[in-house]
Structures are given as structure tokens and as C-alpha cells.
């Protein structure tokens, strides 16, 4: 397993949340398990560093990072402006049919299903999904590149928020909404309602800090 290949691996596992923060992250065993050279593990974690996902420690080693509540409200703080200027830039672009897989998405059926349940999971990749969506229509790179830049740390954000009581189908019905406006074209109500989406996640964010963090 290339160092690349087990930066992909381990970054999925930090994303999934299979890694309690704080704890270490053993170049050895992690070579022995994934069958790879020490080199390539520790060429891997400081990649995964520079994503903020894990962290240096002297004499301790690398640890899968810590949720660090002001940073996480930093954070939504500047996703609450950027990506309600993706979503004003997508409706201004973007044509009707553009929107088909989202509509079909976020329709009535698997999502609903997903928010009663508490499969996370499903909705997490329909949230991924509309977000990619609106970042690739909204057509702009220097956003596109802002948002890339913060985007392990906005995943696990959305992660830990939709773990919160109600969070899912309060977040479908938001989104449900902004899909509306982006259809009909209306970018400064789509705008509008996507930092209304962020702001209520920001609430819930301080409401179950000692949760999240």
C-alpha cells in the first residue's frame, strides 16, 4: 500500500469517526496492519496534519486531533458566508434540469426513511451530494478551492451536528427549501435559506457542545 493509498484509508476511518480524538496513532502498527512500510504511514499522517485531522505531539507522537469548540465556531462562521454565496451563485447559473438528481434525492421516500432511522450515513452522502452539486454549478474556482480547504473539518462538523436529536429531518426539511429556490432560480432566497441551514446548525453546535466536542 502506497503512502497515498494509505492516506485515502486512514483519512476515510477519521472521517467515519472510527477514531477516538486524542488517541495515538502508532506508525508501527499501523504499518503492520495495513501492510505497508513505516515511511509510508508517516508520510500519510503528516499529509492527513495538513488537513488538520491529526496532530504532533513531542514525545507522544501522532494523535487523531481534538475538537477544539472555538475553532468549530470559527468555522461556521465562514461556512455560513461561503456556502451561501455557492448557493446564490448556483441558482444565478445553473438551469432547472440541472437539479434533476438532487430533486430526485431529496424527494419524499429514502431520506425520510434515513431521518427516522438514524442512518447517518445515507444522509450524510445526500448532504455530500448537494453540496458537491451546488459548488460545481455555482462555477466559481477560488470559492470552490476556499471550501476544499476546510472541507474534512466541515464533514465532520455536519457528522457530529446531525447526531443531535431531530438534527436530520430538521436539516432535510432545510434543504428541501434551498432546492426549491435553487430550481426556480431565485438566488437570494436560496442564499438566504442556506445560511438559515447553517445558522440552526450553528445553535445546534452550542446547544450539545459538551456532546460534540
Known amino acids: 500500500m502506497k503512502s497515498e493509498e494509505v492516506e485515502?484509508?486512514?483519512?476515510?476511518?477519521?472521517?467515519?469517526?472510527?477514531?477516538?480524538?486524542?488517541?495515538?496513532?502508532?506508525?508501527?502498527?499501523?504499518?503492520?496492519?495495513?501492510?505497508?512500510?513505516?515511511?509510508?504511514?508517516?508520510?500519510?499522517?503528516?499529509?492527513?496534519?495538513?488537513?488538520?485531522?491529526?496532530?504532533?505531539?513531542?514525545?507522544?507522537?501522532?494523535?487523531?486531533?481534538?475538537v477544539d469548540p472555538d475553532r468549530l465556531e470559527k468555522i461556521y462562521d465562514v461556512l455560513e458566508v461561503l456556502e451561501g454565496l455557492a448557493a446564490r451563485l448556483a441558482a444565478a447559473n445553473a438551469k432547472p434540469e440541472d437539479w434533476a438528481r438532487l430533486r430526485e434525492l431529496f424527494a419524499p421516500g429514502p431520506?425520510?426513511?434515513?431521518?427516522?432511522?438514524?442512518?447517518?450515513?445515507?444522509?450524510?452522502?445526500?448532504?455530500?451530494?448537494?453540496?458537491?452539486?451546488?459548488?460545481?454549478?455555482?462555477?466559481?474556482?477560488?470559492?470552490?478551492?476556499?471550501?476544499?480547504?476546510?472541507?474534512?473539518?466541515?464533514?465532520l462538523l455536519r457528522r457530529r451536528i446531525l447526531m443531535t436529536p431531530g438534527r436530520m429531518a430538521e436539516s432535510l426539511a432545510e434543504h428541501r427549501e434551498i432546492i426549491a429556490a435553487l430550481v426556480g432560480g431565485d438566488a437570494g432566497r436560496a442564499e438566504e435559506l442556506k445560511r438559515h441551514n447553517m445558522k440552526t446548525a450553528r445553535t445546534r453546535l452550542r446547544r450539545y457542545r459538551d456532546f460534540l466536542v
Open 8 to 66: 485515502l484509508h486512514l483519512r476515510e476511518r477519521l472521517l467515519r469517526g472510527e477514531f477516538t480524538p486524542g488517541s495515538r496513532l502508532p506508525e508501527v502498527k499501523l504499518a503492520e496492519e495495513l501492510g505497508t512500510t513505516r515511511n509510508a504511514v508517516r508520510s500519510a499522517l503528516l499529509a492527513l496534519e495538513s488537513r488538520k485531522l491529526v496532530e504532533r505531539i513531542p514525545n507522544v507522537g501522532t494523535v487523531v486531533a481534538k
Open 111 to 155: 431520506l425520510d426513511e434515513a431521518a427516522d432511522t438514524g442512518d447517518l450515513e445515507t444522509f450524510l452522502a445526500a448532504i455530500d451530494c448537494y453540496r458537491d452539486t451546488v459548488i460545481r454549478l455555482a462555477d466559481q474556482d477560488f470559492l470552490a478551492e476556499t471550501l476544499a480547504g476546510i472541507q474534512d473539518q466541515a464533514h
